[in-house]
């Protein structure tokens, strides 16, 4: 459909008003989603995103989610639309999670629904959800494998599906790409807990719908020429601002020119070149030099990389604006074929979306010296139990997912954040009792990781523990960055401590670990360092001990300083679903 272009300019009132319209929808699918879903991951941790999309994909606005979805969602819509072009109608929604169709990892799930015009029939807005399912198959439980090696191992991939065709469920598509095609390569088992997924999956759809009800109303009570003059004045501002930080990022630092780079784990590269025209306000972001494809998961799509830089520019203005596609107009991003930020079709991925986007992060935010890295990575813990046993048999399971969170980085003016999920995430870790409750699962710690956080002026934030305890044997998994090479400081600030996963085994005849002579002191249980990325089986009674990276420090401290952490604790405030529901209760 031709989008009506802004003939003049906005009034400021309505500008406003239209912004937070906007992004009021977002929220309200938000609400709509977590309400109405069953599974841990989406209901009590939040790892999902709501948005609303222009005619042509466009991001227009969302509520503050998770930025690695926001970014990456826009090629997800545009993909769906060059699939199907005009063939689109009222009463069809679009299920997607191929990273080649503008996905970003398979347990990410993105449901789009088109919104028609009452009178033309065609497309004046998209809505769209995505969230993260707790297993959709694979060679693991939890579908975030530390170890594959290419995309099949990772769980089902699903181009597209239109999910509902017509008003009508498409309850045996769903079954078939989420249960029997993932099965069909050797050593990979379909979703192990379908039932959730289905679920979960009508959530999102009930969500999207809740938004087409909300933009149907905005377009009835302004007109839809006055909604997307607006839309677009949103859009303009936001491109307006980018340029703004631009052109200032050139006066404070003298130079046009900027660089930066930054390795993961493994040593692999990422490289920047910024070159920035002062006199359009415009920069190019050139990834030139930055490492091949690599051998595991933790190559990024191309859907990443722009949401890592979107977030990036939108977190560096110090104006209240929405995310939108108009923060990236001004900027233009090279990626060099055949590196692991363009993977090949079928790449492992499902790291790349939540270790090397973190990366990517540090690197840009480096490159404009705009603060000291935060812990790069979001500790990424899969458990569970079935899938195909050694014979080849499907056995009923589950798979349970959480993120787990670090120090931030601190910057000139401000120390860190202890205990927090830094940039391209923004999920919630599960909470202990719920986790108690419908796991075999006992936590022993969970807290603040005391002196993680690199010293300087101002000091990093602190990393945290997390040490749990297995009441029955499952297996395992450990995804997670930084613990070979540790989050930089800047400007004088010391780097922040490493990560560290430790296996804590109890000693087994089965498992041939007891000495034949023993002392007390032998028949403790063993401390067993698993690395960044592993699964192992543990038995009933074996732990696992997190102990997540800090944030780097900033600057060099003043005399009788360094090392002094009071000046970045705040003080406690009541957080969680109790003080969330109070809160909500006294704004009626």
Known sequence: MAVTKPSSGPDPILLTLFANRFMSVAEAMGRSLQQTSISTNIKERLDFSCALFAPDGDLVANAPFIPIHLGSMSFAVKYQMKLHGKELKDGDVLMTNSPHAGGSHLPDITIITPVFDKGTNEIIFFTAS???????????????????????????????????????????????????????????????????????????????????????????????????????HIRNNAENSVRSLLRDVVKKSGTNFLT??????????????????????????????????????????????????????????????????????????????????????????????????????????????????SQGCTNNLTFGTGGKDKDGIAIAGWGYYETIAGGSGSGPGWHGTSGVHTHITNTRIGDVEILERRYPILVHRFGLR?????????????????????????????????????????????????????????????????PEETSEEDMGPRYIN???????????????????????????????????????????????????????????
């Open 130 to 232: 995505r969230g993260h399912h707790a297993d959709i198959g694979g060679i693991l439980p939890g579908s975030m494998p530390p170890t594959s090696v290419n995309i099949f191992e990772e769980g089902a991939e699903i181009v597209s599906l239109k999910i509902v065709n017509d008003g009508m469920f498409d309850k045996k598509g769903l079954y078939e790409y989420m249960v029997e095609k993932p099965a069909q390569y050797p050593g990979s088992s379909g979703c192990r807990n379908i039932k959730d997924v289905e679920s979960d999956i009508k959530a999102q759809i009930a969500a999207n719908h809740k938004g087409v009800q909300l933009i149907t109303a905005i377009v009835d009570d302004y007109s839809l020429e006055t909604v997307q003059e607006y839309m677009y």
């Open 260 to 373: 930066a780079v930054d390795y993961l784990d493994d040593g692999t590269p990422i490289q920047l070149k910024v070159e920035i025209n002062e006199e359009e306000g415009s920069a190019v972001l050139d990834f030139e030099g930055t490492g091949c494809e690599v051998r595991g998961n933790l190559n990024a799509p191309i859907s990443v990389v722009h949401s890592a830089v979107i977030y990036c520019m939108r977190a560096m203005l110090n104006v209240d604006i929405p995310l939108n596609a108009g923060c990236l107009v001004p900027i233009e991003i090279k990626i060099p074929k055949k590196c692991l930020l363009s993977p090949s079709r079928t790449a492992a991925v499902c790291g790349g979306n939540v270790l090397t986007s973190q990366r990517i992060v540090d690197v840009v935010l480096k490159a404009f010296h705009a603060c000291a890295a």
């Open 450 to 514: 005391p002196g993680s956080g690199g010293k300087g002026k101002w000091n990093g934030g602190d990393g945290v523990i997390r040490e749990f305890e297995v009441m029955q044997g499952m297996q395992v998994s450990i995804l997670s960055e930084r613990r070979t090479r540790a989050p930089y400081g800047m400007a004088g600030g010391e780097p922040a401590m490493m990560g560290r996963n430790t296996w804590i085994k109890q000693r087994r005849a089965e498992d041939s670990d007891v």
């Open 530 to 588: 698993i690395g960044g990325k592993a699964t192992v089986f543990m038995g009933k009674g074996d732990r696992l001990l997190i102990e997540t990276p800090g944030g780097g420090g900033w600057g060099l401290p003043d005399e009788g300083q360094f090392g002094t952490t009071d000046e970045h604790k705040h003080p406690w405030e009541a957080r969680g679903s109790l003080a969330e529901r109070a809160a909500a209760q006294a704004g009626f």
